[in-house]
């Protein structure tokens, strides 16, 4: 019986183990697809099927972790998937006998196939995770306990049992939830900036090879706070800090479900648009140049500043051209803004233009360069008058 108990245990955490190993880099970008919903569909088929296999039988009774099966399942995958490995799971309990338990039980996966998906539904927005998950498990372990109560004559044998099944259920779903977080943070420190929260360099580049395979309009943009690093330098790197999470905020306030936003270096950012028209994308990076440049930051007091602008570089994938090539036009075009008078959005022809150099940037461009940097040597030569004030005898 501890035997069972311990492999039913097993049995949940490797499979929260290898649903956070499949999904810790799902984005957006790919549909759901029939593949997915059968692999997923087949996955909590399967688990359910071992845990049937390894219950605890009590007068026919099978007790197992099914109903924190189906917490998470109704919890994390989508309708489609919990609905149908749901039917499935209440039609192979035949498998072990056409008798009143298996009967019953078909009674008990009706009330929960009607009974989940309204709970989970509305309470999507309104709890927490845990106390969700708590709510799905209590209401598939409130049927199981009915049942208890029906097929066995010894009221407080079934009460001891009902107890215990409780206790149990509820102790694991106390562990699972706390692995849950602990993999959820782990993932979030593996694809996401500490600084922005914003997706990271290695997320940015997985993406990139996830989009050779979806069928999409796709446009890339690469952003880049101009003289950054003179200014960090300048008032120091707390302020250059809540620069980066401001123009954060003003980049996540704008961008949809169908844009994913990134941080690759320092002052660098990047915006991946899927189903976006080539109009929609440019309208999108012309507002975000044009908010930034004129949103107030920082504030100094008695400490000139040139407001903070960015450059844009911006490339549309064209037919037969893979995303790291979109993503190369687009640098290319970054590059051409940011030696071109910089604050400026360029967007990238095709087929590329080779070879840009730095003499080729227009006049007007060098003297706004010139212009901005002498701007904020003039405000550290200011900030350090501010902070060792002359004395007088």
């Known amino acids: 019986m501890l035997v069972n108990l311990f492999i039913n245990v097993g049995i949940m955490l490797v499979a929260i183990y290898f649903y956070f190993s499949v999904n810790r880099s799902s984005t957006n970008y790919r549909d759901p697809s029939w593949t997915h919903y059968l692999m997923y569909t087949l996955g909590l088929s399967i688990v359910g099927i071992s845990q049937m296999i390894f219950s605890i039988t009590i007068y026919e009774i099978r007790l197992d972790f099914r109903g924190l099966l189906f917490a998470i399942a109704f919890k994390y995958f989508d309708l489609k998937t919990a609905i149908s490995s749901l039917i499935f799971l209440t039609l192979a309990r035949f498998m072990w006998g056409q008798n009143n338990v298996s009967l ?31 709510i799905l498990l209590a209401n598939g372990t409130l049927t199981t306990s009915i049942s208890l109560l029906i097929l066995i004559k010894d009221v407080m044998h079934s009460l001891q049992l009902i107890i215990l099944l409780w206790l149990a259920n509820f102790l694991l779903l106390f562990f699972c939830v706390a692995i849950i977080k602990d993999l959820t943070k782990m993932v979030k420190l593996i694809n996401n900036d500490c600084l ?39 008032f120091g790197h707390e302020v250059g800090d809540m620069v980066l999470q401001k123009f954060t905020e003003l980049l996540t306030a704008r961008i949809s479900l ?41 504030g100094f007091v008695n400490q000139a500043i040139t407001q903070p602008t960015v450059s844009i570089g911006l490339a549309h994938r064209v037919l037969s051209e893979t995303p790291v090539d979109t993503y190369r036009r687009a640098d290319q075009a970054l590059y051409f803004s940011k030696n071109n008078g910089r604050n400026q959005v360029k967007v990238a022809q095709y087929p590329p233009i080779e070879n840009v150099k730095v003499e080729e940037a227009s006049n007007d461009g060098l003297l706004m360069q010139v212009d901005q940097v002498s701007q904020v040597i003039q405000a550290k030569l200011t900030a350090q008058s501010l902070q060792s004030p002359e004395t007088t005898e």
């Open 104 to 134: 019953l039980n078909l009674a008990n996966g009706v009330y929960l196939l009607i009974s989940l998906p309204l709970l989970a539904q509305y309470m999507k927005t309104r709890f927490s995770e845990s106390t969700q998950l708590a």
């Open 196 to 234: 922005t929260s914003l997706n990271n360099q290695r997320r940015f580049q997985e993406d990139l090879g996830i989009l050779e395979s979806v069928e999409k309009d796709l446009s890339i943009a690469l952003l880049d706070i101009d003289h950054f690093k003179l200014y960090n330098d300048t």
């Open 258 to 298: 169908k844009t994913n936003a990134y941080r690759v270096g320092g002052e660098e950012f990047a915006l991946i648009m899927t189903g976006k028209s080539q109009e929609e994308a440019e309208e999108l990076v012309y507002e975000l140049r044009e908010i930034f440049e004129k949103t107030p930051y920082l």
